[in-house]
């Protein structure tokens, strides 16, 4: 932050605070209130310049700024059975699906995808909270699996960006059957002995916090992250008290013992990178913007503004 | 004294007559109250099979739940031998909700775990009503890997409203000790079976039942969320619980449909609470069935087939 935007800043606030916000040029911090220019947040990867809270992002974004040159393959997840229960609440199911695909642009609750960073071919698979919470079904499941099955077959490092409020409870006992079933993906990684990075976002809760989320090799958390198994507001009703200040969040987790690393966003993908070539007994990477990976260095172009995905 | 669910009400009034009958009987010896008494037992008997016929999924929970079911306690004492219980996680504290150790079934050496609810309010209280801390999946994961070191299959009985929702149990890691748990099962190279006797609530029964075989008692339940919680959370009202314990389909029957279940255990008629002696029996049954099936089996055979069940699991669906 430079001092012209320390100084505009305030008159900028104060204009648009009276009336409407263009949804399409800023966005209002939930956290301090600051107005921030959309362009200018989604470069800062969805953190406020301002006060530094970690907003959503898309699994999509955080692919487009994790891999070199936002380039990344992704990797096909098998087909669940959609709607095993017919389940009905006061919406059907596959209401609810359409509802959220409709206003994601995505199939299911996580993407899983193959490529570089830092010149290290690594899978990496994100959970979306824009779907249905993040919550985990038999898709988000077989996600899981894929990724360990593609980081097994190409002998790559597994990074997962968790985020989910709970189970996918519209699937029944089948949700929960995907606390074994990705505790197995894990098993293979481990088996195989390659690296599995779990990074914890906001939130991270229930069955996904008591299955891979848990069972990393290392485990690294954005700042004031939730990440609990029983929710505060569960807990409050529980045991009958006001929960301190920070309970459950990133930080807390660090002090207790569950957490390697808390670490903001915009520093993630450097890290995530010195991690995994030091497991892997790379030499150090070079830091920074680096060109998309290409077989012939000489014909390197630039990828899409938009982040679409090259099928190789 | 019976405790009767709210559904079982006109069995109360019939069983309730009857016995009234037969103390008026004792005191006046005149009285011939024989048949009169006879046929209020037949009509009792008549109404416990229509309302057990076709138990709703609500019921099923509330049988689940019945104070008098027989719960772990009661399956060790009447099924194995020289129980010796194990205590401890090694690290911070014994969890009372989880009883575990070393003992007999029918001769052969096992390890026992499973969660004990408490039968009256100072052994609720002390067993926390089931719901394992973190030290609970601790000590399960040390016996586990001291079975399986030696050698000895495991047998986990499965009855917990869940895992406890509370202020040190989130401290001390209740997520990663549920998580080391369902991975200490998945990598058992001994036998590992599960009987779901009562409650299975969400991640803090996975933590025990991912098994090589799972029974579930006829009347018992196994689900991702309480109905109560599920209702709050889908309809806002945690009154609709008859409404989502329909929609989760969390029957014993719904389950083996869906190849969650291997196996279902017939209660005797009433429910389990009815007939502790014959419940504890069948499940005897059922538990030894059960280990003779995967005796001799290799720890790779065992690992693999663990792992291979339960990736396979969501192929099959429910009619609707
Ligand atoms: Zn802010």
């Given amino acids: 932050m430079n001092w012209i935007t320390n100084y505009v800043r305030p008159r900028i606030n104060s204009i648009f605070s009276r009336r409407e916000t263009p949804e399409n040029l800023w966005k209002k911090c939930d956290e301090c209130g600051t107005m921030l220019f959309h362009r200018e947040l989604s470069e800062n990867l969805n953190v406020c310049t301002s006060c530094g809270h970690h907003m959503n992002i898309t699994p999509r974004d955080r692919f487009n700024a994790l891999f070199d040159g936002g380039v990344f393959v992704e990797v096909s997840v098998p087909e669940p059975q959609a709607d095993p229960l017919s389940f009905r609440d006061q919406k059907k199911y596959p209401d609810r699906m359409k509802a959220a695909q409709r206003a994601t642009g995505e199939k299911e609750a996580m993407l899983v995808a193959t490529g570089e960073i830092g010149r290290t071919p690594i899978v990496a698979a994100a959970q979306d909270f824009s779907f249905m919470g993040g919550s985990m079904g038999m898709y988000v499941g077989n996600a899981i699996i894929a990724a360990a099955e593609e980081a097994v077959k190409l002998r790559r490092p597994l990074i997962i960006f968790s985020a989910a409020g709970g189970a996918r409870m519209q699937e029944g006992i089948l949700s929960l059957m995907q606390m074994p079933r990705t505790t197995v993906a894990v098993q293979m990684l481990k088996e195989a002995k390659l690296p599995y990075i779990v990074v914890l976002t906001h939130p991270t809760t229930g069955g996904v916090t008591a299955s891979y989320a848990m069972l990393g090799d290392v485990h690294i958390s954005e700042p004031n992250a939730l990440i609990c198994f029983a929710g505060p507001r569960v807990i409050e009703q529980t045991i009958r008290e006001k929960l301190p200040e920070g309970f459950q969040r990133a930080e807390y987790l660090l002090d207790h013992g569950m957490l390697d690393r808390v670490t903001p966003r915009p520093q993630m993908r450097d890290e995530l990178i010195s991690i995994t070539r030091m497991l892997l007994g790379l030499p150090p990477a070079i830091k920074g913007e680096l060109p998309p990976p290409s077989d012939e260095p000489a014909q390197i172009e630039a990828p899409d503004s938009d982040g679409a995905t090259p099928e190789k | ?320």
């Avoid at chain 2, 031998?81 to 052969?108: C, I, K, Q, W």
């Avoid at chain 2, 890691?173 to 001994?190: H, P, Y």
């Avoid at chain 2, 619980?241 to 196996?263: F, H, I, N, S």
């Fill in chain 2, 1 to 320: 004294m019976t405790q009767y669910l709210d559904f079982e009400k006109p069995l109360a009034e019939i069983e309730g007559k009857a016995e009234e009958l037969r103390a008026l009987a004792r005191s006046n010896e005149e009285m011939d109250v024989a048949d009169e008494a006879a046929a209020l037992d037949q009509k009792a008997h008549t109404i416990l099979e229509d309302l057990y016929k076709d138990l709703t999924a609500w019921r099923k929970c509330q049988v689940a739940r019945h104070p008098d079911r027989p719960h772990c306690r009661d399956y060790i004492e009447t099924l194995f031998e020289e129980y010796t219980p194990l205590a401890g996680d090694r690290n911070f504290a014994d969890d009372h909700a989880v009883m575990g150790g070393l003992s007999r079934f029918r001769g052969t050496p096992v390890v026992v775990i499973g969660h004990e609810k408490g039968s009256d309010t100072t052994s609720r209280i002390e067993r926390n009503f089931g719901m394992a801390r973190p030290e609970g999946y601790r000590k399960a994961i040390r016996l586990m890997r001291l079975a399986d070191q030696f050698g000895l299959p495991v047998v986990t009985l499965v009855d917990t409203p869940g895992a406890y929702p509370g202020k040190g149990a989130e401290e001390r890691g209740q997520s990663e000790a549920i998580a080391r748990s369902t991975q200490a099962c998945l990598q058992l190279g001994v036998p590992l079976i599960s009987v779901i006797i009562g409650e299975g609530g969400s991640g803090g029964a996975v933590a025990f039942a991912t098994a090589n075989r799972v029974a579930m008692l006829e009347h018992s339940v196994y689900s991702v969320i309480s109905p109560e919680g599920c209702a709050s959370i889908l309809w806002k009202d945690a009154e609709k619980m008859r409404e989502a314990a329909q929609a989760l389909r969390l029957t014993a029957q719904d389950l083996y449909q869906l190849g969650v279940a291997d196996q279902v255990i017939s209660e005797p008629l009433g429910g389990a609470h009815r007939d502790q002696t014959g419940t504890i029996e069948a499940v005897g049954q059922a538990i030894s069935d059960m280990l003779e099936e995967l005796s001799g089996k290799s720890a790779e055979d065992l690992v693999k087939q663990r792992r291979e069940k339960f990736l396979s699991m969501g192929k099959r669906g429910l009619a609707a």
